[in-house]
């Protein structure tokens, strides 16, 4: 009699291992490229974006300092403390380049970098009113502590990049002396003026009629002065990816012993 033999599994049938085909290996290497590739191009796209914001920020503040330096001055042409002591002939009198009463100047320049704006204050002790360079009155306050200021804006020959500065030269009447020009904000290719005056006598108060260049300016126009356009020129930042090579940036700036009601 035959004894049955316990069951035994089957084995298996062996499977045979293979490796990646040429044409798998360059598939795969394919797409592991085309997003590196994307990855690249993304943190290149951020970096540039980045970089440019940064500019874009840097030339902003360089607008608005030039802008709020300039602004102070010349709302402040013409001011004199203690007009129940002083009068506008004794506070403002002749000294080059201006005229009896005049607090506004200004040079035509024939191109780049521009004009030329000159503007004189007297200030004492205690009216806190400050110069272009950012200082104000240091004598104590008290009588004989008035300083005439006279400030002179005008940009630098180009260097070559084309980039001229803004610069400031302040004359001290306490001293008499002019300080060199100081550097205040670079990053300009120019600068353009324009002065509002009244030149129609019927208009009422100071209202301004007309705006005209410095080398347009009469005599008398430069004592009715009642506001300066001021034209900025700065080197875009970005002139490489834009066809605009500059940017302008312009304000009316009101004087402020001229504008307002007139009595």
Known sequence: MRVPTADRPTPAPRVRQRGLTLVEMMVTILIALFLLAGVGYMLQHTRDTYTSESQLAALQDSQRLAMTLITDVVQS???????????????????????????????????????????????????????????????????????????????????????STLQCALTDSSTGKTSPPQALVSGLTNMQIWFGVKRNPAG????????????????????????????????????????????????????????????
């Open 77 to 163: 042409a013409g001011y004199f403390p203690n007009p129940t002591q002083n009068t506008i002939d004794t506070a403002l009198p002749v000294a080059a380049p201006f005229a009896q009463d005049q607090s506004i100047s200004g040079v035509q320049g024939a191109s780049a970098p521009g004009d030329t704006l000159t503007v004189r204050y007297v200030t004492t002790g205690s009216d806190g009113i400050l110069n272009c360079l950012g200082t104000s009155n240091t004598l104590a306050a008290g009588p004989g502590t008035n300083i005439t200021y006279t400030n002179q804006f005008s940009l630098t020959a180009a260097d070559a990049s084309g980039s």
């Open 204 to 263: 009422a108060g100071n209202n301004v009629d007309t705006y005209l260049r410095p080398g347009e300016m009469l005599a008398a126009d430069w004592t009715s002065i009642t506001s300066v356009r001021i034209r900025l020129t700065f080197l875009n930042p970005l002139a490489a990816k834009t066809a605009a090579k500059t940017i302008d940036l312009e304000r009316v700036i009101a004087v402020m012993n001229r504008a307002g009601v007139s009595s």
